[in-house]
């Protein structure tokens, strides 16, 4: 049984995640290619490691290219760093009014703030930059690629970290407008007042679109392996308890062949994971594809891989 439902027009955000090594980028990617042929897409990397130039055979980057052989797809590889640097840069005035109007830093510590990178905000970058995409709905499917595991929980918590930041902002400018309005009588919101209400707006559409389920799905990856099972399963069980539907579950590199002794090992290694995995996530849609003997790289390896997914 293939991936099921993903041509629903509702359907716009489509996160793949799970343990490192598992083939997360093949199967983003493969599904992107799939989703191509009906609808135009979008393929995101944020796994800092970026791997979809390689699988794609294609140099990728910090900037929406077409997908060659693909007319519908295109991609971009997420540079949290970059993406920070952008949103500084664009908002340098504001965020300097901020620290200038709410602490006692002078010009050279505010500047040197600025240029400090926050621990955190690589997802909360990345994750604003893939809202920003579909805020422009200039595609139809959205596919997110993202590193192992704690990096993708900490993408899908990024809503809650931006939240924050804005909370302790917003204090800091409550001081400075009870300031301002004990002295004159009144208070003028400002272009910092704007930001801080634009970012809140960011993390309810964040929030909106991770916990509809209507509009977002989160496609896990495992392989048939003790130490991949368990990082699923508590992956599955931190996402449900987020809010976040996750409908089907991507098992990769089953060994089926049993043409030699080799094989013969692995299959059998194989089959007490697979029925646990069976009985463990009934609830889902399993596709199980087989082990390729060749490195899924390249456009031929992909479609092979598409065919797998989508029987």
């Not at 996160?15 to 897409?41: D, P, R």
């Not at 949290?80 to 504001?94: K, R, T």
Request: aromatic share 6%; net charge negative.
């Amino acid at each position: 049984m293939g991936l099921k439902g993903l041509d629903n027009s509702d359907l716009k955000l489509l996160i793949f995640g799970g343990k490192g090594g598992v083939g997360k980028t093949s199967c983003a990617v493969a599904t992107a290619m799939s989703l191509a042929e009906n609808f135009k897409t979008l393929l995101i990397s944020t796994d800092p490691a970026h791997s979809v130039s390689d699988c794609l055979g294609q140099k990728i980057g910090f900037q929406v290219v077409k997908v060659d052989g693909s007319p519908n797809l295109s991609a971009i590889e997420v540079f949290a760093d970059e993406a920070l640097s952008v949103f500084i840069s664009a908002h340098q005035a504001e965020l300097k009014k901020l620290l200038e109007t709410s602490t006692n830093l002078d010009n050279q510590d505010i500047e040197e703030m600025l240029a400090l990178s926050i621990p955190g905000i690589d997802e909360v970058m990345s994750f604003k930059t893939i809202t920003d995409f579909m805020e422009q709905g200039e595609y139809d499917k959205y596919v997110v690629d993202t590193a192992p595991t704690g990096h993708a929980l900490r993408l899908i918590s990024s809503p809650k970290l931006l939240d924050d930041w804005i909370k302790v902002a917003a204090r800091m400018r409550w001081k400075y407008r009870y300031m301002i309005t004990s002295f004159s009588g009144s208070y003028q919101h400002d272009d910092v007042d704007v930001l801080l209400l634009s970012l809140k707006r960011t993390v309810k559409r964040i929030e909106n679109i991770l916990r509809d389920a209507t509009r977002c799905e989160f496609i896990p990856v495992c392989i048939p392996e003790a130490m991949a099972m368990r990082e699923t399963e508590r992956l599955l069980s931190i996402l449900a308890s987020s809010g976040i539907v996750a409908r089907q579950l991507i098992v990769n590199n089953v060994m089926v062949s049993d043409e030699c002794g080799f094989c013969r090992r692995s299959k059998a290694s194989q089959l007490p994971y697979l029925t646990g995995i069976n009985e463990t996530f009934r609830h889902l849609n399993k596709v199980e594809v087989q082990r390729f003997a060749e490195e899924i790289k390249g456009l031929d390896a992909l479609n092979k891989l598409k065919m797998c997914l989508f029987e």
